[in-house]
């Protein structure tokens, strides 16, 4: 494993904790939920035992003080193992007097008390982390006090939230994401392509310069020297593991820079698109239309509004979409 990169990759990441709830579970049941595009649903186990399954693949066991996250955009269930009931989130879905969430399946009984966080992570501003993983995976958080602490005091954080609540929960989520990435990233199990990648010592300066300066003058050429390989053989090695090929991974890279500095900067668009790697704005707004399905200008606009506006009605569609 390429440890500098890991090291810049973790001290760059970046999480937001759009929505939270608390998910209570008779045993006997389990909760179907449904991920949103463009965040990570994480569950972390305050009580209880049992399984987690994403769509058709196997069941994957948990336990107490464990961290719990389905594929993103993915079906999944959570709950008993073997439990002969079923309900859709969004059938349990009701409010607390703090303004939070609470997710009942069976009688309200907490033989299963989980804390359930929609949240988006990034590292260097630019590539979702664990964007592509195929299948749920669980990390055992118990051995550590500190770490239970850590959730432990951001579900208290929640409870009563006042100013700054926002960056205190996304730092301890921050925190409790690392510890759960330094568990995962040795596990052969885990097949997102960035855990491949950082095996790779090879493939991991290639996507060390991407997350670096994803506004470089790359090229599969000059990515392939960096690794030591020859163009044919690191094309190919690259696009086995990401799904994609180098030049695409970049401009993936290069436009969700772009979407995150729209979001979180005054620059105008057309020094964005300079300093994501784009020649002319008309460029950057032509691939980005091509990526989001909207012009650059109206994305930041429609995105300010939702922050003003919609914070309510986001939390309740991407932590449990209707009809989930």
């Known amino acids: 494993m390429a440890t500098s990169t890991l090291q810049m990759i973790l001290a760059t990441m970046s999480v937001r904790v759009h929505a939270f709830a608390f998910c209570e579970i008779q045993d006997g049941w389990r909760l179907e939920k449904r991920g949103a595009p463009d965040t990570l649903i994480v569950h972390y186990v305050l009580a209880g035992s049992g399984t987690v399954q994403a769509g058709d693949r196997r069941p994957v066991e948990f336990g107490p003080h464990s961290i719990v996250i389905p594929p993103r955009n993915s079906p999944h269930t959570i709950g008993f193992a073997d439990a002969p009931r079923m309900l859709p989130a969004a059938d349990g879905l009701g409010l607390l007097p703090n303004g939070l969430l609470r997710i009942t399946a069976g009688d309200g009984s907490q033989d299963m008390l989980l804390a359930c966080g929609a949240i988006t992570a990034r590292y260097a501003g630019s590539l979702g982390l664990l964007d592509r993983l195929e299948d749920a995976v669980v990390g055992d958080l118990s051995a550590s006090k500190h770490l239970r602490h850590a959730f432990s005091f951001m579900v208290e954080e929640l409870a009563d939230p006042v100013l700054g609540t926002a ?29 491949s990648a950082l095996r790779d010592p090879r493939l991991a300066d290639a996507v060390a310069a991407v997350v670096d300066a994803p506004a470089a003058p790359h090229t599969v050429e000059s990515l392939a020297a ?3 390989m020859s163009r ?15 030049i695409a991974f970049l401009q993936r890279a290069r436009l969700r820079l772009g979407a995150q500095l729209l979001v979180t900067s005054p620059m105008p668009v057309k020094v ?4 994501v790697g784009y020649g002319s704005r008309s460029h950057f707004s ?13 994305f930041r606009r429609r995105r300010a509004q939702a922050d003003r506006d919609l914070e309510p009605l986001y939390a309740v569609n991407h932590l449990v979409s209707p009809g989930s």
């Open 167 to 195: 960056d205190v929960t996304g730092a301890l989520m921050k925190r409790c994401l690392l510890a759960f990435l330094r568990l995962h990233l040795q596990d052969l199990c885990v097949r997102s392509p960035l855990f």
């Open 272 to 275: 964005i698109a300079a300093s």
């Open 226 to 228: 960096l690794c030591g």
């Open 232 to 246: 044919t053989t690191f094309a190919q090695r690259f696009s086995d593991t990401f799904g994609e090929g180098p």
């Open 286 to 298: 032509h691939a980005f239309r091509g990526a989001y399905g909207i012009d650059p200008t109206a």
